[in-house]
């Protein structure tokens, strides 16, 4: 026998496979192990379907208004109470979270479409047509967030 019928003869080698997880389900596992994280996506999401429903789940139209019932308590009538022209807070606090869920929506979309946009004319011409529309959105970002920046550093 010479080498090479001992090495046709051998058996091949068992391969171990191994079954990773993904890198979402990984990131989900650690999300739903944080309390904290679990009860904020739990509250956002029944703000949002409260926002979504919102002539089905508040007591009174927002602009439904009695002037004897200025300023009433939170009680049964009034969740969170009444303001001054007798209107029910918690039914505006649900109505005013529908218009402000829908503006941020438009809001996000609307940057969305431009940005989307800005990009493919970027990507097409390329060279110095990119160069000179990146610097475009250099000094959009530093003239909107040197306001903030500002503010954070007052704070010293």
Request: hydrophobic share 45%; charged share 15%.
């Amino acid at each position: 026998m010479n080498a090479n019928s001992n090495a046709s003869s051998a058996q091949p080698e068992e391969q171990i496979i191994i079954k990773g997880e993904s890198l979402t389900k990984l990131a989900y596992l650690r999300f739903k192990k944080n309390k904290m994280a679990m009860g904020s996506l739990i509250f956002i999401v029944v703000v949002i379907l409260m926002a979504a429903f919102a002539p089905l789940v508040a007591p009174s139209h927002y602009a439904d208004g009695n002037f004897m019932d200025q300023y009433i308590a939170p009680g049964e009538n009034f969740l969170m109470g009444s303001d001054i022209l007798g209107r029910d807070v918690f039914s505006r606090l649900i109505y005013g979270a529908r218009i402000s869920l829908s503006m941020a929506i438009i809001g996000a979309f609307t940057s969305f479409i431009i940005g989307v946009c800005y990009g493919l004319v970027s990507g097409f011409f390329g060279g110095k047509v990119d160069e000179w529309m990146m610097r475009v959105v250099d000094i959009l970002y530093r003239t909107w967030s040197q306001p903030s920046n500002s503010q954070l550093g007052s704070y010293d």
